[in-house]
């Protein structure tokens, strides 16, 4: 429940990456370990690898935001349909599986809320490196003779788990791989740096191209999570929804160029103070047109909020989304708050109106769920937001966040 109008003032830490952490985690079963991640936040997400981890044979130990995995011995290789359902990202146990144990079975994501999202590029990467996958009864099984062996990739469109899968799974093939049009995103590049501190040899990522040098074992991992850039930007959108002023601790800058650069567009102050990064607005935002894109691009993860904050504007913003098409199941909630937004094939076209004004919404899924929260922020009245359960997939503690920020949000049963 929130009782929006109330300018955001004060300070607020972002957590650890929920995008990063995931692969990480996965990443532990390469190896006996034993592992140590530090920064990990606290999400139903991890929660979820969490038992899929322990069901593999991991022991796993959490300790607020530290979490201690050991992996002597893999003593299943499947992945069950109840927990992929409730998590894609599990999809990210395969190729480390499939590299230590030479067998993964992963159930088949099916679709989602925001699209179709098919795995043939990480089925694709993952055969060329020598494994066999057929599909049957919903289950990838995938099977390596022998050592997985070092090729060259092409993906056909950039993937972000499915170049952290293939990459995990290059690391102990025997001879060099290349991934080419691998995804470019910052998660990738921890990742990477992750591994490398296991022994693995992987040069490139972040770029276009990454060459990964087989090794025969990895050692432990021992890793701090990163800032998490979507939920910065989540805040950032929040200051300037309310016309507030936040100073922003651990965000991650020089990963957020596109959000930052549509934000100013649209009026918003940003700008470093020492550690912090201070985000103020005054006014009702400038429209501004914006196309989700792979990283560097806009991300689509900030879609949702940026189209909270647009239908406020002065003017008509035109937001085209890329990357998922179906990513538009916000748009019904926010008009029913007031927004006046129409949709033309892959574009939104957001016509701003002065203020919004609060109801009950329903998420559908975890940035829509927060761009309905953002909208709530600044709309008159009450806004009830039911489904948070998407919510608390991806954000640490987000009303008790907005609380301290001077938000009226409550979580109520
Ligand atoms: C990751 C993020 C998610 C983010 C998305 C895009 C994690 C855990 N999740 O999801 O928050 O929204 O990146 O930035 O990191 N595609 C294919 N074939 C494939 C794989 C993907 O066609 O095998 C397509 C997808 O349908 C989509 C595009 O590629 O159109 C990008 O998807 P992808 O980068 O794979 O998203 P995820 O890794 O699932």
């Known amino acids: 429940m929130i009782k929006g ?28 370990g034993p592992h140590r991640l530090s920064n990990v936040p606290r999400l139903r997400d991890i929660d979820t690898l969490r038992i899929l981890l322990e069901q593999l044979g991991a022991e796993v130990e959490i300790n607020g935001d530290e979490v201690r995995v050991s992996c002597p011995k893999i003593k299943s290789h499947r992945a069950p349909y109840e927990l992929v359902k409730t998590m894609r990202a599990s999809v990210l146990v395969l190729g480390p599986l499939l590299a230590r144990t030479g067998r993964a079975m992963v159930s088949l994501p099916g679709g989602c809320a925001i699209g179709t999202r098919p795995i043939d590029q990480h089925l694709k990467g993952l055969k060329a490196l020598g494994a066999s996958i057929s599909l049957r009864h919903g289950y990838i099984y995938a099977r390596a003779r022998g050592a997985l062996r070092g090729t060259v990739i092409c993906f056909d469109v950039p993937t972000v788990t499915g170049t952290e899968n293939v990459l995990m799974a290059a690391t102990l093939a025997e001879g060099e791989t290349v991934l080419k049009n691998a995804a470019c995103e910052p998660e990738v590049v921890e990742l990477a740096r992750a591994l490398n501190g296991m022994g693995a040899r992987i040069v490139g990522a972040g770029t276009e191209e990454i060459r990964v040098q087989g090794v025969e074992s990895l050692g432990p991992m021992d890793h701090r999570v990163g800032p998490d850039r979507i939920e910065a930007g989540t805040f950032m959108v929040a200051a300037a929804i309310t016309r507030g002023e936040i100073r922003i601790r651990e965000c991650p800058l020089e990963w957020m160029e596109a959000v930052v650069s549509k934000l100013k567009e649209a009026g918003v102050e940003i700008s470093k103070e020492g550690d912090l990064v201070r985000v103020a607005a005054r006014w009702r935002p400038e429209p501004v047109d914006l196309k989700t894109r792979p990283y560097p691009g806009f991300p689509t993860d900030m879609q949702a909020q940026m189209m909270a904050l ?7 913003s035109v937001i085209t989304e890329t990357v998922f098409e179906d990513r538009f199941m916000h748009v019904a909630e926010l008009r029913r708050m007031g927004a006046q937004i129409q949709l033309q094939g892959p574009s939104a076209v957001v016509k701003g109106v002065p203020k919004l004004t609060g109801a009950p919404v329903m998420a559908t899924d975890l940035r829509a769920s927060a761009s309905l929260i953002l909208a709530g922020l600044a709309a008159e009245g009450i806004t009830e937001v039911s489904r948070i359960y998407h919510l608390d997939r991806g954000y640490e503690k987000l009303e008790e966040k907005l609380s301290s920020l001077g938000a009226e949000i409550k979580r109520v049963r």
């Open 5 to 32: 109008g109330r300018p955001l003032h004060g300070e607020v830490r972002v957590s650890g990456a929920k995008n990063a952490a995931l692969p990480l985690l996965a990443a532990t079963i390469l190896s006996p």
């Open 310 to 316: 647009l239908s406020l504007a002065k003017g008509t």
